[in-house]
């Protein structure tokens, strides 16, 4: 007498269950990655007069994988600040600014630094929280599709 075991609908269900995890893992990125974009955008972190950096933030994904930068030379020193420094004219002439209303020239001036403003940070906790929240809804939902 022969007694066989044979696993091959199991085998193929768990191939179908692997296939939906993996889908779902692909779309949970893809909608971090638009959420950390859009939420870097929103910041009240920072005010962008020209609003160049905040157009150049973009975010992408592609598979398990995604990023969003900042895309201006300057993002950087809005992250993470900038230390004080002298700021001196390109060229030799002489450095124009606004001060108390009044137009003022000088050779050099002490720039006090800036505060470190981190948007970008922010953008990826937020995203952090998006995605694990993302794939336990996502991976559960496919389980239980899975378990019929």
């Known amino acids: 007498m022969t007694i066989r075991f044979e696993i091959g609908s199991t085998t193929e269900?768990?191939?179908?269950?692997?296939?939906?995890?993996?889908?779902?893992?692909?779309?949970?990125?893809r909608a971090t990655v638009q959420d950390a974009e859009e939420h870097a955008k929103r910041t009240t972190l920072f005010r962008d007069r020209s609003g160049?950096?905040?157009r150049s933030i973009r975010g992408s994904a592609?598979?398990?994988?995604?990023?969003v930068r900042?895309?201006?030379?300057?993002?950087t020193?809005?992250?993470?600040?900038?230390p004080?420094?002298?700021i001196t004219p390109r060229g030799g002439g002489a450095l124009r600014f606004e001060m108390n209303g009044q137009t003022v020239f000088a050779k050099r001036?002490?720039?006090p630094g800036t505060e470190?403003?981190?948007?970008?940070?922010?953008?990826?906790?937020?995203?952090?929280?998006?995605?694990?929240?993302?794939?336990?809804?996502?991976?559960?939902?496919a389980i239980q599709k899975f378990n019929g």
């Open 13 to 29: 269900a768990l191939r179908l269950l692997e296939a939906a995890i993996r889908n779902v893992t692909v779309q949970a990125v």
């Open 52 to 54: 160049t950096l905040r």
């Open 62 to 67: 592609s598979g398990y994988e995604g990023e």
């Open 70 to 75: 900042a895309n201006t030379p300057y993002a």
């Open 77 to 82: 020193y809005v992250e993470n600040g900038a």
């Open 84 to 86: 004080p420094r002298e």
């Open 109 to 111: 001036v002490q720039h």
């Open 116 to 141: 470190a403003r981190p948007f970008m940070q922010e953008a990826r906790d937020h995203g952090e929280k998006v995605l694990e929240y993302g794939l336990d809804y996502s991976v559960d939902f």
